[in-house]
């Protein structure tokens, strides 16, 4: 059982920078393509990036490509998502995500079997 926790989301103002982190235990985790998610209120949960378990292999979401850069630490079992020129419409609650490294699509919520519970995102104009 993967157990997965969000870190550093928050406010930042349109144009801005933020991190956000996710910590995974409880299982080996160069074992997990590592996805990030997220949601806006009165909308699905929708891809917003993905990184094979290696980590040589990257993923985008066309609405944050050249944005957002999603990275791995295999010996910190840590998935990082750098947000830069942040927009309102990336207002959300980000998720991370876990899948077995099956090469079922990373783009798929339900090909994910262990989520985090989440951090809030906020930008504001």
């Known amino acids: 059982q993967v157990q997965l926790v969000e870190s550093g989301g928050g406010l930042v103002q349109a144009g801005g920078s933020l991190s956000v982190s996710c910590a995974a235990s409880g299982g080996t985790f160069s074992l997990y393509d590592m996805g990030w998610f997220r949601q806006a209120p009165g909308k699905e949960r929708e891809f917003v990036a993905a990184?094979?378990?290696?980590?040589?292999?990257?993923y985008y979401a066309d609405s944050v490509k050249g944005r957002f850069t999603i990275s791995r630490d295999n010996a910190k079992n840590t998935v990082y998502l750098q947000m830069n020129s942040l927009k309102i419409e990336d207002t959300a609650v980000y998720y991370c995500?876990?899948?077995?490294?099956?090469?079922?699509?990373?783009?798929?919520?339900?090909?994910?079997?262990?989520w985090g519970q989440g951090t809030q995102v906020t930008v504001s104009s």
């Open positions: 990184i094979s378990w290696s980590g040589t292999r990257t």
């Open positions: 995500a876990a899948k077995f490294r099956s090469g079922s699509p990373v783009l798929i919520t339900t090909n994910y079997s262990y």
